[in-house]
């Protein structure tokens, strides 16, 4: 195993550099983890500001309005996708709701009547589809000959009614923890590939010296045994990287971790790891210039956090942007994490994906491997 202690040798070289990177990505998350919030034990509504589409113009969408007006502050919104995202995304509103023309026969036939977009950064959108859902469904109920009595309804809408949550042990659910264990997660996607791409670039870098290769090449040990042997210290080291962490986030939050999900954001992390550590191989076997495998490691990271959902949620991408991101395992690393109920069938799509692009990676890597040896 000489080939495998020299790779750990040349990796206590760039400790520095792995642990600046912790130091600063601790640091935010000690931050994040002030600021959220804790959770609430009783039901709350907030005054939201809330963007109106009204393509109806009718009674129906008229009372619906005055409704969500009452607690709640009206904002007149253009009908266009990305100016509407974009407000959501800056903050000027937290909810959008389109009423299309034929909102009235859409609610007499008890279909989906009106299109919903919310900021998902704020746990107190939820109440906007609750809002909606509550008019509508009196609406209904007061419906006679095809005609809404609104007054009726208006009169139903006033009463109050006091809700408590009840703890119900252990094994509940915050939404608000797990909220966090999601965006945490998400960023060591972003950190995995930064790490992953420029140190063991760098440590790559150094075994494709020429006077390295050269005694690599008179040596006794055969050079499948050698590569072998660098690739156990690439696994070992990218394994040692993603755990460190891992605990780190468990570390943050050991005392709600039983409120989430863990399993899956482990599975989630490590098949990712396993992908972008096949990408790390490929790109190590397109060039060997330092220069080259630090950009690479920062346009890499930057630009599939961006597109995937890491920095900006997916929900707020539009889709030549996400459809850029399936491109890339990162997008169905993110979507893994931010799964709000998941089962094993839920997961195994993204996880397939994410390995069969670690298996491309891989091969296309040992093409340009065997490629190199013949030159």
Same mark, same amino acid.
């Given at each position: 195993?000489?080939?495998?202690? *020299?790779?750990?040798?040349?990796?206590?070289?760039?400790?520095?550099?792995?642990? /600046? *990177?912790?130091? #600063?990505? @601790?640091?935010?998350?000690?931050?994040?983890?002030?600021?959220?919030?804790?959770?609430?034990?009783?039901?709350?509504?907030? !005054?939201?500001?809330?963007?109106?589409?009204?393509? !109806?113009?009718?009674?129906?969408?008229?009372?619906?309005?005055?409704?969500? /007006?009452?607690?709640?502050?009206?904002?007149?919104?253009?009908?266009?996708?990305?100016?509407?995202?974009?407000? $959501?995304?800056?903050?000027?509103?937290?909810?959008?709701?389109?009423?299309?023309?034929?909102?009235?026969?859409?609610?007499?036939?008890?279909?989906?009547?009106?299109?919903?977009?919310?900021?998902?950064?704020?746990?107190?959108?939820?109440? $906007?589809?609750?809002?909606?859902?509550?008019?509508?469904?009196?609406?209904?109920?007061?419906?006679?000959?095809?005609?809404?009595?609104?007054?009726?309804?208006?009169?139903?809408?006033?009463?109050? &009614?006091?809700?408590?949550?009840?703890?119900?042990?252990?094994?509940?659910?915050?939404?608000?923890?797990?909220?966090? @264990? /999601?965006?945490?997660?998400?960023? #060591?996607? *972003?950190?995995?590939?930064?790490?992953?791409?420029?140190?063991?670039?760098?440590?790559?870098?150094?075994?494709?010296?020429?006077?390295?290769?050269?005694?690599?090449?008179? !040596?006794?040990?055969?050079?499948?045994?050698?590569?072998?042997?660098?690739?156990?210290?690439?696994?070992?080291?990218?394994?040692?990287?993603?755990?460190? @962490?891992?605990?780190? /986030?468990?570390?943050?939050?050991?005392?709600?971790?039983?409120?989430?999900?863990?399993?899956?954001?482990?599975?989630?992390?490590?098949?990712?790891? =396993?992908?972008?550590?096949?990408?790390?191989?490929? #790109?190590?076997?397109?060039?060997?210039?330092?220069?080259?495998?630090?950009? &690479?490691?920062? &346009?890499?990271?930057?630009?599939?956090?961006?597109?995937?959902?890491?920095?900006?949620?997916?929900?707020?991408?539009?889709?030549?942007?996400?459809?850029?991101?399936?491109?890339?395992?990162? %997008? %169905? %690393?993110?979507?893994?994490?931010?799964?709000?109920? &998941?089962?094993?069938?839920?997961?195994?799509?993204?996880?397939?994906?994410?390995?069969? =692009?670690?298996? $491309?990676?891989?091969?296309?890597?040992?093409?340009?491997?065997?490629?190199?040896?013949? #030159?």
């Amino acid at each position: 195993m000489t080939v495998y202690r *020299y790779f750990i040798k040349i990796t206590t070289r760039y400790k520095w550099i792995i642990l /600046g *990177y912790a130091a #600063i990505f @601790f640091l935010l998350s000690v931050i994040s983890s002030i600021n959220t919030k804790t959770k609430e034990t009783a039901f709350m509504e907030e !005054s939201l500001n809330i963007g109106i589409v009204d393509d !109806s113009k009718g009674s129906l969408s008229d009372g619906l309005i005055d409704y969500l /007006g009452k607690n709640n502050t009206i904002v007149e919104m253009e009908n266009d996708i990305d100016y509407i995202k974009d407000q $959501i995304f800056l903050e000027v509103v937290d909810a959008v709701i389109i009423i299309p023309q034929d909102f009235q026969s859409r609610v007499e036939n008890k279909e989906e009547s009106v299109e919903i977009f919310r900021d998902d950064r704020k746990m107190e959108s939820l109440q $906007i589809e609750n809002q909606v859902n509550k008019f509508l469904v009196f609406s209904n109920a007061t419906r006679r000959d095809g005609k809404f009595d609104l007054a009726r309804v208006k009169d139903v809408l006033k009463e109050k &009614v006091n809700v408590d949550v009840l703890k119900t042990g252990p094994t509940s659910k915050n939404s608000g923890t797990d909220a966090w @264990f /999601g965006i945490y997660f998400n960023f #060591i996607g *972003y950190i995995v590939i930064t790490i992953y791409i420029l140190v063991i670039g760098l440590i790559m870098a150094e075994f494709n010296d020429k006077n390295i290769r050269d005694r690599m090449r008179i !040596s006794s040990k055969k050079f499948l045994k050698s590569n072998a042997e660098i690739y156990l210290g690439q696994i070992t080291l990218g394994m040692l990287i993603t755990t460190i @962490f891992i605990l780190g /986030g468990i570390i943050l939050k050991g005392k709600h971790i039983g409120e989430v999900d863990l399993s899956r954001y482990l599975i989630n992390a490590y098949v990712f790891s =396993f992908a972008i550590l096949c990408f790390t191989f490929l #790109i190590n076997n397109l060039t060997t210039s330092r220069f080259a495998i630090s950009g &690479v490691s920062t &346009v890499v990271s930057l630009g599939t956090a961006f597109v995937s959902g890491v920095f900006v949620p997916q929900e707020l991408l539009g889709e030549k942007v996400l459809a850029m991101a399936k491109f890339f395992p990162m %997008y %169905y %690393y993110v979507r893994i994490n931010n799964m709000k109920a &998941v089962s094993a069938m839920d997961m195994s799509y993204g996880l397939r994906m994410q390995l069969l =692009f670690g298996a $491309i990676f891989l091969l296309t890597g040992l093409g340009f491997s065997r490629a190199k040896q013949k #030159i």
